[in-house]
């Protein structure tokens, strides 16, 4: 697994799995955990104080080396310049659909605000599909934020004007 995110939620559902009728071995999983974190954080900031700032910033240029430094809060660029880059990246996509995107802020509880801007072509499926690629590139670079909101998107209208429905696949079963 080279994905931190993935690797964070498995080591959750694996403490998760344990014994519950013996809480001690939960725990020592736990201290374990912990103390690999320790070990793996205290790795990471050695690495940092002997990298310059070029090696530091390709350090950081790696998704998979980004993601960690981000969880042991060693990442060289702050959550607002982090999602300002993500941004960035989507902003040449977003200008294709004749929009933008501008931040609003981040409140206390975590949760950047976004604003999308522009037309979209006045296409409400362009604006979802550039909320979800925002969102992304967002999470992918800040996955320290709670939550992403993006204002300024309009849904797409069905037959009659109604909203469409979301399709879920996640647990839709494939036909054999």
Known sequence: ??????????????????????????EIAAELV???????????????????ERGLDALAADPLVSSLLVLHDLHPRDTEQRVAAALDEVRPYLGSHAGD??????????????????????????????KYAIEDAVRAAAPELTGVEVAGVAEPAGPGGRPLLPLDTVDCPVPR
């Open 101 to 130: 995107v501008e931040v609003v802020g981040i409140d206390d509880e975590g949760v950047l605000r976004l604003r999308l801007t522009g037309t979209c072509d006045g296409c409400p499926s362009s604006a979802v599909t550039a």
């Open 34 to 52: 912990r103390t690999l974190m320790g070990l793996y954080g205290a790795g990471l900031t050695r690495v940092t104080e002997l990298a310059d």
């Open 1 to 26: 697994m080279a994905d931190a995110g993935a690797v964070a939620e498995r080591v959750e559902q694996l403490l998760g799995e344990l014994d519950h009728e013996r809480p001690q071995v939960r």
